[in-house]
T-cell receptor
Framework: DVKVTQSSRYLVKRTGEKVFLECVQD?????MFWYRQDPGLGLRLIYFSYDVKMKEKGDIPEGYSVSREKKERFSLILESASTNQTSMYLCASPPGGQGGLGNTIYFGEGSWLTVV | GDSVTQMEGPVTLSEEAFLTINCTYT??????LFWYVQYPGEGLQLLLK?????DKGSNKGFEATYRKETTSFHLEKGSVQVSDSAVYFC????????????FGKGTKLTVNP
């Protein structure tokens, strides 16, 4: 019954490394999101995509980029990881469209990234 | 822009106590409102939702009523269990295609036996 899969649950990377976080959804949804979660700050939107090869910045895009080459896959890229990017990253995929209003938005289990 | 404010935690209760976690929002129009729960080491799961004013969402003994006049969506449970220990997030979305969720900062609940 898996719907949103984040392939890496726990990663430790060095400062300056390039980091890829992968997210795959099996629901044929158009919309996909990347959030980061930090204690006391809740979830903050980094980037989202509403179609293949389409992307839009969220609230905190600095230091991140994304790739959406296929509908089912949405990758978050840290071009040069820094210690302030140590966080938990969550991928989400809603149904989208007016018919999706209020429908369940599925989250992955999260990727815990530590940058040392 | 849209925002969600929820009571700061942590909240610590004894088993069978009554729970209220306050949530208020600022948004234009008529957003949909949600409560998500995150158990230790897991991602977020939808707990309940309400899509229009005066709707009551309910699940697993939890309830929340969409109050447009007070822009609130407070989460309540009459008798909490140890297994309810988790972080709870209030959120809203306007949908309209993008379905972007705006979250509160989360409230950590610990229930002691």
């Amino acid at each position: 019954d898996v719907k949103v899969t984040q392939s890496s649950r726990y990663l430790v990377k060095r400062t300056g490394e390039k980091v890829f976080l992968e997210c795959v959804q099996d629901m044929d949804h158009e919309n996909m999101f990347w959030y980061r979660q930090d204690p006391g700050l809740g979830l903050r939107l980094i980037y989202f995509s509403y179609d293949v090869k389409m992307k839009e910045k969220g609230d905190i895009p600095e230091g991140y980029s994304v790739s959406r080459e296929k509908k089912e896959r949405f990758s978050l890229i840290l071009e040069s990881a820094s210690t302030n990017q140590t966080s938990m990253y969550l991928c989400a995929s809603p149904p989208g469209g007016q018919g999706g209003l209020g429908n369940t938005i599925y989250f992955g289990e999260g990727s815990w990234l530590t940058v040392v | 822009g849209d925002s969600v404010t929820q009571m700061e935690g942590p909240v610590t209760l004894s088993e069978e106590a009554f729970l209220t976690i306050n949530c208020t929002y600022t948004a234009t129009g008529y957003p949909s409102l949600f409560w998500y729960v995150q158990y230790p080491g897991e991602g977020l799961q939808l707990l309940l939702k309400a899509t229009k004013a005066d709707d009551k969402g309910s699940n697993k003994g939890f309830e929340a009523t969409y109050r447009k006049e007070t822009t609130s969506f407070h989460l309540e449970k009459g008798s909490v269990q140890v297994s309810d220990s988790a972080v709870y997030f209030c959120a809203l979305t306007h949908g309209g295609g993008s379905e972007k969720l705006v979250f509160g900062k989360g409230t950590k609940l610990t229930v002691n036996p």
